[in-house]
């Protein structure tokens, strides 16, 4: 029905028809309250209509809003109208216009001073009002007026906040990473920001485009008028404005970048196969342990101490040999927080002396502790302490990521830049849009997602999601698709919707193995028994969609699935890279080359995982010879580079910056 738009291209599609949604919808609004409270005429109903962007619809609607006790406002009430009106016309010398003045002296306008006064608030709010003043003005400031950034009395000596004192950043061309920086600064009172702006070009443009041909004596008060209207209400007004505009760029491209980052680890191959041991890294308080089977279902826990205090090598290793044994454990997840190192030390150690050979990789830990804390997590782990929560939501996202990382909140993923700064309703949107799509390229796999992954499928809510973990936990995992219709509260319908969303890889049909929809089955069916797929032409794609009454398109997506069942794209794209070694901060130098996992990708660099406590920096300045706009046109997460080189080694701070250049 869509022609075989892309997923990208309907997300662009849903988001501009939201807006015109919203534009006529408020189109609606505001000629109902003009009616309402003035003349509707030909001419503003002509704007309104016209109007393309809710920006100006607002521009267009301003002096009809309702003001309460505004300056200009209790000037009308006092009669200043026509005064104001007189000094408008800019016809009156200066003593023509103070007797003028003094004729509206009276009641609550004690002296002539008043009567003026009254007569430029007037003129000053008409002009702060007036649309396309605000337009010209608001992209002015936009094109040429910079950001300046100030100190606080608070402000920390170091740290981000105090690099970027001082700073004058073009506002139509400040970085998103480096806008959301400076207004959190804001937020946290170490930095104030104000919009700087050429005052003399201001009154030079008033005066040429808005005094009066031939204006008289009184035009020097006139020009006081508006320049006040611009200073007083035009540009604080705007100024909220374009602080507004920013953010909502800026929070775009932050919110696109993490999308990006999303896709990208979302797509990261699962481990098939495999038991997994997670392993969440502590001193203290020990290593909590937690195994998953190839399902990633939870069987087993406990805790061991191989890190300080303890330091108790024997009895740790005892504890995962015996684990080993017993449920015949292929890798191990280690949470990349507090003591990982030391726990990579220990399996490091363990692999040597016990000749186990066990391969071990770090994964991140990022809302580990949120997830095991949540309610979703007590949902599925009522028994469990929230220690043990975290080792397997860390063994869980080795085995399918997407189905782990989905259940948590998405500013606690830590990717992308500045996810706590930017609107988190767009955040969760984005991770919604980002894991539904990949839904419906990849598929889900009916026996092993979890209750938040199954909520993404259409036509699947978390009831009916709760009923199918149910199902695979009393009667074993499913066969068939057509047993889904056993599912309390999964009709008939709703398994229409659904059913090409899921995957059984053992399935007794293969089409439970591909992304067909039942409506197609018996094409799908005829297909299979009569013809040979894989060499099927266009000609003849086309002849038989139309003696079948199939689309074109749609025929062409059953033939695919047919061709390529159960095929997971991301199963082409480079395994989960483990390791045995570990790097020392102290032997690394300035040209040392090493190899790491692109663990985060932000709009000035990518962060890798090189073996150290702290992840070290490729600044997009060092990823290519060739100018990046976005580091995300050459790296993803998780990407293996095999050859890096350090360029610089700060071993006091844990810092490492890395080039991929030469």
Same mark, same amino acid.
């Given at each position: 029905?869509?022609?075989?738009? +892309? ?7 849903? $988001? ?105 608030? $007037? ?81 030079? +443009? ?50 696109? +970048? ?61 504890? !995962? ?10 890798? $191990? ?176 049909? #293969? ?21 040979? #797929? ?41 395994? $989960? !890279? ?29 962060? !890798? ?54």
């Amino acid at each position: 029905m869509t022609g075989g738009a +892309t997923d990208e291209q309907l997300r662009e599609f849903e $988001i501009l028809y939201g807006y015109v949604q919203k534009l006529s919808q408020r189109k609606g609004e505001i000629l109902r309250l003009i009616q309402e409270r003035s003349t509707l005429t030909a001419e503003l109903q002509k704007s309104i209509d016209n109007a393309q962007t809710l920006q100006v619809l607002e521009d267009i609607y301003r002096p009809f809003k309702e003001k309460k006790n505004t300056r200009a406002s209790v000037a009308i009430t006092h009669g200043l109208q026509p005064l104001a009106d007189a000094l408008r016309s800019g016809q009156w010398e200066m003593d023509a216009f103070h007797a003028r003045a003094k004729t509206f002296v009276n009641g609550s306008i004690q002296t002539v001073e008043d009567a003026l006064q009254g007569a430029k608030d $007037i003129l000053a709010e008409a002009y702060s009002d007036d649309p396309k003043e605000r337009e010209y003005w608001r992209k002015q400031l936009f094109d040429y007026a910079s950001f300046e950034i100030k100190g606080t009395k608070t402000l920390q000596a170091q740290g981000l906040f105090a690099k970027l004192v001082g700073k004058s950043e073009r506002i139509s061309t400040i970085p998103s990473h480096r806008y959301l920086a400076m207004m959190r600064g804001v937020a946290e009172k170490e930095l104030s920001v104000k919009i700087a702006y050429d005052n003399e070009r201001i009154e030079t +443009t008033i005066a040429s485009y808005h005094l009066p041909k031939n204006a008289k004596g009184s035009k020097a008060f006139l020009l006081m008028a508006y320049v006040d209207g611009f200073k007083r209400l035009l540009f604080p007004s705007l100024e909220r404005e374009i602080h507004a505009m920013t953010k909502e760029r800026c929070d775009g491209q932050a919110i696109a +970048t993490f999308g990006k980052n999303l896709t990208q680890l979302l797509h990261t191959p699962p481990v098939m196969g495999w038991v997994i041991l997670g392993v969440d890294p502590a001193y203290r308080s020990g290593c909590k342990l937690a195994v998953v089977d190839e399902q990633g279902k939870y069987v087993a826990h406990s805790v061991i101490y191989p890190t300080q205090p303890v330091n108790d090598y024997a009895t740790s290793a005892k504890v !995962v040999k015996g684990l080993i044994d017993n449920y015949g454990i292929g890798g $191990i997840a280690i949470g990349n927080g507090t003591a990982s190192r030391e726990t990579q030390e220990f399996f490091a150690r363990f692999n040597r002396e016990e000749g186990m050979n066990l391969p071990y990789t770090v994964v991140s830990e990022a809302g580990a502790s949120v997830y095991s804390a949540s309610k979703i997590a007590q949902e599925e782990y009522p028994n469990l302490d929230v220690t043990i929560r975290g080792a397997i939501s860390i063994a869980q996202r080795l085995r399918d990521p997407m189905a782990a990382l989905v259940k948590i909140d998405p500013k606690s993923l830590g990717i992308g830049q500045y996810q706590h700064d930017v609107d988190q309703k767009r955040l969760e949107k984005q991770l919604h849009a980002v894991t539904e799509d990949l839904v419906n390229r990849i598929g889900v796999d009916l026996n092993s997602a979890s209750v938040s992954l199954l909520c993404y499928v259409a036509g699947i809510g978390t009831k009916v999601a709760q009923s199918i973990i149910a199902h695979r936990e009393t009667k074993g995992i499913f066969t068939r698709k057509d047993e889904l219709l056993s599912i309390k509260g999964l009709g008939a319908k709703a398994y229409e919707q659904c059913a090409g969303f899921f995957r059984i890889r053992e399935g007794k049909s #293969i089409l439970d193995n591909t992304g067909v929809h039942p409506e197609s089955y018996p094409i799908a069916q005829k297909l299979l028994d009569s013809y040979p #797929i894989k060499t099927m032409g266009s000609e003849e794609i086309r002849t038989l969609a139309q003696a079948w009454g199939v689309g074109e398109i749609t025929l062409r997506d059953i033939l695919t699935e047919l061709q390529k069942p159960g095929f997971d794209p991301r199963e082409t794209l480079p395994p $989960i !890279v483990f390791r045995s070694d570990l790097t020392d901060i102290n032997e690394l130098h300035v040209g040392t080359i090493v190899s790491g996992v692109v663990r985060n990708i932000a709009d000035f660099g990518a962060f !890798v995982d090189i073996g150290l406590k702290n992840d070290g920096l490729i600044h997009i300045s060092e990823i290519s010879q060739k100018r990046l706009s976005h580091p995300l046109e050459v790296l993803s997460v998780n990407q293996h580079l095999p050859s890096i080189r350090v360029i610089e080694v700060d071993v006091a701070k844990g810092k490492v910056s890395l080039s991929l250049k030469e």
